[in-house]
């Protein structure tokens, strides 16, 4: 089944097109052809807002530096993460998560001081 865990893939899943296309019958264009009509999107646009939403989630809940972010959702390197996550969410990484950090801190200015 396609995206079942790859043991020697430093990803939990293997999202190769070769492994998918081993996975179903069909050649490629047939697959993206027939992805795109039931979703709406492409199997690139697909995999990339998954990475993004993977990479939001340790943005928001790590202290790992972007590099090691982008390695781990599947990018390759920071500078591709930057551009899709940008194209995704319309901010960058760094901003997203001073953003987050911003937000989420509580606002002592109205704390009532005894």
Known sequence: MAGDPN???????????????????????????RFKDQLGRTILQEINGRRVTYAQMLLKTTNKKIHLIAAECGFGGSVKMIRVFNQYVGTSPKRYRKELRRTELPDISAAKVE
Do not use: M, V, W
């Open 7 to 33: 043991p020697n893939s430093p990803h939990r899943y293997d999202f190769s097109k070769e492994y998918i296309l081993a996975s179903c019958e069909g050649s490629l264009r047939r697959l993206q052809t």
